[in-house]
């Protein structure tokens, strides 16, 4: 069941009444976890581009869509291997700054899977 999030502010998102004060990922089951930075800094310096190898850690089998939000001054972008990953399995990529995001999430249905960088 896809959680509720309830909002976000500069370094924190709120997801079902609880705070989170890192980035996260919501898999399909609706399960929250902190997303693995460390994935894309390690090909490109930085977690300001989603790796291929990030997308890999986070794709799930019949996923239909993935919100990402890309935070709160819409920093956050998709490298094109990642891109050209997700196509290729017929899965959609909504990105949007945080704040608009989490609306485009609360208002999703099917199978969903969501990012949400909470700072820059």
């Known amino acids: ?12 998102i709120t997801i079902g009444g609880e705070r989170y004060e890192h980035d996260v990922i919501i898999r399909l089951s609706g399960k929250v976890r902190k997303r693995n930075k460390n994935l894309s800094k390690a ?16 794709y799930r089998d019949k996923a239909e869509r993935l919100i990402i939000g890309t935070g709160q001054e819409d920093q956050l972008r998709l490298s094109k291997e990642a891109a050209e990953y997700l196509e290729k399995h017929n899965c959609k990529v909504d990105l949007w700054p945080t704040a608009k995001a989490i609306k485009k999430w609360n208002e999703a249905e099917g199978k969903t899977l969501g990012l949400f960088h909470v700072t820059c």
């Open 1 to 12: 069941m896809r959680p509720k999030i309830d909002d976000t502010w500069f370094g924190s």
């Open 43 to 58: 090909v490109y310096g930085t977690s300001h581009t989603l790796s291929l190898a990030e997308i890999n850690d986070l």
